[in-house]
């Protein structure tokens, strides 16, 4: 348990991406519509990640902080395993549980009952570890009274709350987190927050990407910051948020005045 | 980064999410209808009573020969074709998984596989009726499946593999394949018969490089008390080796990639 740790040594993506080259802005709305379907698409690379190094301790919660595009997504998706690094080195040591997706692997169809077991097991639990979950998740979405019904029968903020449940069932040594869901009543969110912090607090590692400034302050201690795939910022998460603005601030300028 | 056999082996040590994600696409499928799970009976049943009679005239064999033939080569190549259809845009259905994390790629084939198996046993308790009706077919036959099945199982787990690879960085390779299998079902002998195109004429060469017809031969001639033809032996074991190389292969060569291809 102790040795729950994520090093990030030089770390570059490089990810393939296809653009289509006919320019629709500056012909007639037939030669556009020709286009859409016969303009092949080529085949580019776009460097996501670029020389990225880091070590994050156990114990520490991170804020990570960028401009959209940035590559907050993407490092997340590395530290998870999704994406292997095309150059580098990723040591990811601990059990992890990745919170990007909160409807994953629904199948409408099915019961709620059923779909806890569905989303479960895609966790990696076992069905008897399950069994004695399924009352607790339901009560913790409130659901009880439907847990007979499809899936498809609920509303989206229903849903939410048991993809919530479900997620947050397990005590994780590292919770990466993609900006902070907030769908849902305002008596569920005051909820979620308080199961979030209780998961929060019982992991060793937190990495949380989010513009939520006064979240990131109360739940993180420490901060890093990309910038166009390159980190550019690491430190206590005050300084953190300041390099991020800084950053902004910079860009904004150039943008009024350019040079 | 980890082997084909290695992922292979760990995904059948735990096959709680495949297993049951793929039962209850198929429970939940017929949720809505009234008569249910039976729905996977039916066009087997309806395929095998209405297509098998007129054909068998059509083809001038006797009925009680030619549905036992039709019936096992016909659900033979529905779970071929279903798990060929299944894989070839696989790991792109399952990118919100895949993207979350779950990188372990061989649930997911196994996923496929094990929902046309599914499909393949309700339909084959037609078929065994089928084989119990007919006189010409005994019951040794019938316990020759318990061989021959898993050779064809473990030749669709290469294949829905590499398919599944091939189709994660080509998308055109499901539109290919779809194409391909609407032709390959009247060109492989499952309606007619191989002895047509007699061994040594052009067309017996060519009806013999199919390699769908030497997996369904394989399975339905022991069904029917005969041999197969040992080209067709030498065929499915010369497939079963050298896929299995070549999934290994391309398992350690590209895998990792499959994330950023879909």
């Known amino acids: ?259 | 980064m980890n082997s084909f056999t290695g992922q292979l082996a760990k995904s059948l040590r735990q096959p709680e999410f495949w297993a049951y994600s793929s039962w209850l696409d198929l429970a939940t499928k017929y949720r809505r209808t009234r008569l249910g799970v039976l729905w996977l009976v039916f066009p087997t049943l309806m395929f095998l009573l209405v297509l098998g009679n007129v054909y068998s005239h059509l083809m001038g064999y006797p009925v009680e020969e030619y549905l036992p033939y039709l019936g096992v080569g016909y659900v033979c190549w529905r779970f071929m074709l279903q798990c060929i259809n299944d894989s070839s845009s696989v790991f792109r259905t399952h990118k919100a998984f895949i993207m979350d994390g779950r990188v372990r790629l061989t649930d997911f084939i196994l996923r496929g596989i094990a929902k046309a198996l599914f499909n393949f046993v309700f339909a084959m308790t037609v078929v065994v009726a089928v084989l119990v009706w007919s006189p010409m077919v005994e019951w040794s036959g019938l316990s020759s499946l318990l061989v021959t099945l898993p050779i064809l199982l473990v030749n669709m787990v290469w294949l829905s593999f590499c398919i599944g690879l091939i189709g994660a960085r080509f998308p055109d390779t499901s539109e290919f394949i779809h194409t391909v299998l609407v032709v390959g079902f009247l060109l492989t002998p499952i309606l007619w018969h191989v002895e047509r195109f007699p061994l040594g004429t052009t067309r017996g060469l060519l009806a013999r490089l199919n390699p769908a017809f030497h997996l369904i031969e394989v399975v339905r001639a022991p069904v029917l008390g005969q041999m197969p033809e040992t080209h067709s032996i030498i065929a499915v074991a010369l497939m079963t080796i050298v896929g299995w190389l070549m999934a290994m292969y391309l398992y350690r060569r590209y895998a990792r990639f499959v994330p950023l291809w879909i």
Request: hydrophobic share 45%.
């Open chain 1, 1 to 259: 348990m102790s040795d729950v740790h994520i090093k990030v040594d030089h770390l570059s993506l490089e990810v393939p991406y296809f653009v289509q080259t006919g320019n629709a802005t500056d012909k007639g709305w037939l030669s556009t519509l020709l286009g859409a379907a016969m303009s092949p698409p080529k085949r580019r690379f776009a460097r996501l990640l670029d020389g990225v190094s880091f070590e994050i301790e156990a114990g520490n919660r991170v804020a990570l902080l960028g401009r959209n595009g940035a590559g907050k997504t993407t490092l997340l998706r590395v530290l998870s395993g999704a994406f292997a690094p095309t150059n580098g080195t990723v040591e990811v040591a601990g059990s992890r549980q990745a919170l990007l997706n909160l409807g994953l692997g629904f199948n409408g169809e099915a019961t709620l009952v059923e779909n806890i077991f569905l989303r479960a097991t895609a966790m990696g639990m076992s069905p008897s570890d399950i069994r004695g979950m399924v009352g607790s998740i339901l009560s913790f979405a409130e659901l009880e009274e439907v847990s007979g019904r499809r899936l498809s029968t609920l509303s989206s903020g229903q849903r939410m709350r048991l993809g919530f449940a479900i997620s947050t069932s397990l005590q994780q040594d590292i919770m990466l987190m993609d900006e902070w869901f907030g769908a849902g009543d305002a008596a569920f969110i005051e909820k979620a927050r308080l199961r979030m912090n209780d998961r929060v607090a019982g992991s060793r590692i937190v990495v949380l990407a989010s513009h939520n400034f006064m979240m990131l302050r109360k739940v993180c201690n420490t901060g890093l910051v990309m910038e166009q795939g390159k980190l550019a910022y690491a430190g206590p998460v005050n300084d953190a948020i300041q390099a991020y603005k800084d950053i902004y601030h910079a860009t904004k300028k150039k943008k009024k005045h350019p040079v």
